[in-house]
């Protein structure tokens, strides 16, 4: 974060904070999908049930209770410096190949709304899961390439080119 922009300190709690408070009205059959949305927040489920909060505070608890763990997250990525446009890429390819994956596991669009409401459903679950997947395949792939680019340099030092 030295001197720059933090991109993932906002974005990434952001982009979960919405996916997840849509998700929560869309939530998918039995609320599956809100339950796999909200995973950084869920923790704070069992304190929700013994003190017999609302269903109405329910979104923003989950909020409020992921927010450190997906600002943590972010604060990651920038002190890893991984590069914007691979995450970037790796999010929107990973939100919109589970959201297909997802819907197409099923014999018609009709019998996927049937199985969980609405394609909104299935859009907002592709968001929430391409964030959990895009953090750490861009985070592998930064390692991967920093190697790379290491071995290469070390290599041209050498004189083995």
Not at 13 to 31: K, M, Y
Not at 60 to 73: F, R, T
Not at 79 to 103: D, E, M, N, Q, Y
């Amino acid at each position: 974060m030295r001197g720059r922009y933090p991109f993932y300190l906002w974005l990434i709690p952001l982009v979960w904070a919405i996916g997840t408070t849509a998700q929560h009205r869309f939530p998918g059959d039995e609320n599956a999908l809100y339950i796999l949305s909200a995973i950084p927040g869920f923790w704070v489920a069992p304190i929700f049930m013994l003190a017999h909060i609302s269903k109405e505070a329910i979104p923003l608890g989950v909020v409020l209770a992921g927010l450190p763990v997906v600002v943590l997250v972010g604060w990651m990525l920038e002190r890893l410096g991984v590069p914007k446009l691979l995450w970037v890429f790796l999010f929107v390819s990973l939100s919109v190949a589970i959201c297909h994956l997802t819907v197409t596991s099923y014999p018609s669009i009709e019998r996927a709304i049937g199985a969980n409401g609405s394609l909104w459903a299935y859009r907002l679950l592709g968001v929430n899961l391409g964030l959990y997947l895009s953090v750490p395949l861009s985070i592998v792939a930064t390692v991967v390439i920093r190697s790379v680019k290491g071995c290469r340099a070390i290599r041209k030092t050498c004189g083995e080119s």
